[in-house]
């Protein structure tokens, strides 16, 4: 068997990204080496102390969670979409106050240190706003190479952006910090999009969070229990999907099995003065710009078999 895919999650924790957690604890093909938080689905105190709750509730406590930015690089946080996620970013549902604490060390600064520490070894997934990564890189420049991949949830190419958005081709992420984003996908590092075109096609659907709520262990019960606020929420907002999107899980997934996506090389950079496009992925997929290309974008997904094979680590 191949050596697990050593990971660094970066995450924003509300529901989807406890079900990446989960994802990434479980699978045998990966080490979580650290967590690191970051504002998104709702502030960074919240997402920290999910986190932690997460992680306790997996039995993973030894895990480290360094805390990060509160607030993209140009604006202050305004938390948008407990809607989404509920008031506490876990679907309002309560778990057990965490024993543990984060790290006494600043999440870009965990980056950093464990990049150098095992140079080409090191996955970094990015499942929220894209600002400790663009701090990170920009302190220490010579990571994007030392990293073995960066694997990043954001980008839209081929359907509409977010609902609420001034701009319409744009996804969560990447709005929430055009100018981080820019500054990772310029960073020269082996880098991987997976953005809404492919995400909205790996659905969980009624029935795979009934399977998993009837044969999971406890935590797997929890986490479907907190995944029905979510579930919801784009029954009401997104009807015609017939399902909540495994963006996270699918993104944790592709740094251990890229052969889930099909992707295209092309050069993909980030618009921040468009009235209409700020926060929009601009892709240059033109022959003569391939001296350009930077990066990685999935246009396609084996949806059925990463589905498959969530629901199976979630039933145990």
Request: hydrophobic fraction near 45%.
């Amino acid at each position: 068997m191949a050596d697990p895919c050593r990971m660094i999650l970066d995450v924003d924790t509300g529901i989807d990204d406890a079900l990446a957690i989960h994802h990434a604890v479980r699978r045998p093909d990966i080490r979580l080496e650290a967590l690191t938080t970051v504002y998104g689905n709702t502030d960074v105190a919240i997402a920290t102390d999910n986190t932690l709750k997460v992680l306790e509730l997996l039995g993973r406590p030894d895990i480290p969670v360094a805390k990060g930015v509160g607030r993209s690089l140009l604006k202050p946080f305004k938390r948008e979409v407990d809607r989404i996620h509920g008031s506490n970013g876990l679907g309002d549902v309560e778990l057990p106050a965490p024993a543990g604490r984060p790290v006494d060390e600043h999440a870009m600064d965990l980056i950093i240190r464990l990049v150098k520490q095992a140079p080409g070894e090191i996955t970094i997934c990015g499942v929220g706003p894209l600002t400790n990564l663009a701090l990170a890189l920009t302190k220490a420049p010579e990571i994007a190479t030392l990293a073995r991949k960066i694997v990043i949830i954001g980008s839209t190419l081929f359907c509409p952006g977010i609902l609420g958005a001034k701009s319409p081709m744009v996804d969560a992420n990447i709005n929430n910090d055009p100018e981080a984003a820019r500054i990772v996908l310029n960073a020269g590092a082996d880098l991987v999009l997976v953005g809404m075109d492919v995400t909205r096609q790996a659905l969980l659907t009624d029935d795979d969070r009934r399977e998993i709520a009837s044969k999971g262990d406890a935590a797997a019960k929890t986490l479907m229990k907190i995944t029905e606020f979510y579930a919801a929420a784009y029954k009401q907002r997104q009807p015609h999907f017939g399902g909540c999107p495994l963006s996270d899980p699918l993104a944790v997934a592709v740094c251990a099995d890229p052969s889930l996506v099909t992707t295209e090389r092309m050069f993909a950079d980030v618009e921040l003065h468009g009235e209409l496009s700020r926060g929009q992925v601009i892709p240059d997929r033109r022959h003569i710009s391939q001296h350009l290309f930077n990066a990685d974008v999935a246009i396609d997904v084996d949806a059925k078999r990463f589905v498959s094979s969530f629901v199976r680590l979630m039933v145990g």
